[in-house]
């Protein structure tokens, strides 16, 4: 919705929620912007990518990418299988790099630059008990997100992370908390979660064009 606010049409990838994409959806086009939706199966083996490209339709050529898919599942180092690792790598790492090369192949083909957005986490940085492979792969997606801004800049296309703390939402359990009370939440210094708008906002002044003086 802040993307829509902001003036862009909007292509939506989903994935075990079609009920939420389509409400999603039925918003954005009350803001009178153009949305379509597309099921994405977030592990992507070699076709993941696809999804972003049929949600895309609306604007013809994609202008923003966000990647924002992000399981976490805890459990201890010692415990985490083969399998439930490659399952957060392939969500959290895999998916948002094939996504990236094909819209940034689109990008460049087209000649007018554009935007690539990751959500990654604090723990991007800071590691967390319990999370080693989600900490790995928003690592990974980090380092990504530099090397492809550096790649990217002769293009026209900006590459930016935004590395959310802990946000109200289903993930943490207080999808109906309102992050604005304020409750004792210690190494928090604001004493609250944060809102997923204020990252919405972040996200939609890194897609907005450059401004030129």
Not at 37 to 44: E, G, R, V
Not at 65 to 91: C, H, I, Q, T
Not at 95 to 101: H, M, N
Request: with cysteine; glycine share 12%.
């Amino acid at each position: 919705m802040a993307l829509a606010e902001a003036g862009y049409d909007i292509g939506i990838t989903w994935y075990g929620d079609a009920a939420g994409a389509d409400r999603t959806a039925t918003e954005v086009r009350a803001s009178g912007r153009r949305c379509e939706t597309a099921a994405l199966d977030p592990d992507p083996a070699p076709r993941g990518g696809d999804g972003h490209r049929r949600a895309g339709r609306p604007a013809r050529r994609p202008g923003v990418l966000v990647n924002n898919a992000a399981p976490a599942w805890p459990s201890p180092f010692v415990d985490v299988s083969w399998e439930k690792w490659r399952e957060v790598l392939a969500v959290d790492l895999d998916g948002p790099f094939l996504c990236s090369q094909r819209a940034a192949r689109r990008m460049r083909a087209a000649g007018r630059g554009g935007r690539i957005i990751s959500i990654t986490s604090v723990h991007e940085h800071a590691p967390r008990v319990g999370s080693s492979a989600y900490c790995a792969a928003k690592g990974g997606l980090g380092l990504l997100t530099k090397v492809m801004a550096q790649e990217l800049a002769a293009d026209g296309i900006t590459v930016n992370a935004v590395a959310p703390g802990e946000i109200a939402t289903p993930m943490t359990g207080q999808e109906d908390v309102d992050p604005f009370t304020p409750r004792n939440r210690p190494g928090v210094p604001v004493g609250r979660p944060g809102d997923a708008r204020e990252v919405a906002a972040v996200v939609a002044m890194l897609a907005s064009p450059p401004r030129r003086t």
